[in-house]
């Protein structure tokens, strides 16, 4: 349904960014870091793209999208509009 695909949308990017990958980059000393130099080191050096190590950095520096935030805030103004 809409909440759960809603509260997905806000909770993944949370607990990725809660790993260490973040906007700025993949944050130092972090799960992340750890995840970024096993993945460089099977990878002969660099990190593969696709791997799960550049899908979550990806995730981590987006965030949640402008149009997920919108489409929560429509979603809450018309459950309080309904329930207020």
């Known amino acids: ?10 909770a993944i990017p ?11 980059g993949i944050a130092a000393g972090s799960v ?11 990878n002969g050096g660099g990190v593969a793209a696709g791997s799960a190590v550049a899908v979550l950095q990806s995730i981590g520096a987006a965030g949640v999208p402008t149009a997920v935030q919108a489409a929560l805030t429509a979603i809450g103004a018309a459950i309080g509009a309904a329930t207020g």
Do not use: E, W
């Not at 349904?1 to 806000?10: E, F, N, R, T």
């Open 1 to 10: 349904g809409v909440l759960p695909a809603g509260v997905a949308a806000i």
């Open 14 to 24: 949370m607990a990725v960014g809660a790993l260490g990958f973040t906007g700025a």
């Open 32 to 42: 992340a870091a750890k995840m970024m130099s096993a993945a460089a080191i099977a």
